[in-house]
């Protein structure tokens, strides 16, 4: 079998583990983006106002001060800003760009690659022209 081959069969190996890792894993970040995007805000924090209610109602019985209790408001809002939209769409478009970033640095191995298995003695003799003659044993 000739090198060609040889080194076409590695690069199809790799590109095939490749893309099955992303067919696996692509659907389920989409599927996330999705159930994400349909998240009423309101309604989480309206679901949350019971178990800060008994939060509340447990630090009285055991003796906590008017000072010590959770301030609804304020749990409220800062639940508010972390489930916002567009700070999530950010997320998401920086995810999608390190994504794209790793694809090209991928194709790049994989070529690299693919030309240095087709072609076994690039790398020595590149070593042998740059290696000066005095050096070289």
């Known amino acids: 079998m ?4 040889r080194a076409f069969i590695t690069m199809l190996v790799m590109l095939t583990t490749l893309s099955a890792a992303i067919e696996r894993f692509l659907p389920m970040i989409f599927k996330e983006i999705s159930h994400l995007s ?5 309604e989480i924090c309206i679901a949350l106002q019971p178990a800060m209610e008994w939060i509340n109602s447990v630090n009285v019985k055991f003796g906590g001060n008017s000072a010590s209790r959770i301030d609804d408001a304020l ?7 972390s489930l916002d939209i567009k700070a999530l769409s950010g997320i998401f478009n920086k995810m999608l760009g390190v994504f ?3 694809l090209i640095a991928v194709f790049s191995v994989v070529s690299m690659t693919f030309f240095l298995l087709k072609e076994k003695d690039i790398i020595s ?3 042998l022209t740059i290696t ?3 050096k070289e044993e």
């Open 2 to 5: 000739g090198e060609g081959v």
């Open 38 to 42: 349909q998240m009423n805000v309101k």
């Open 75 to 81: 749990i409220l809002e800062y639940i508010y800003e």
């Open 125 to 127: 003799t590149l070593v």
């Open 132 to 134: 000066p003659g005095s």
């Open 100 to 102: 794209g970033n790793f």
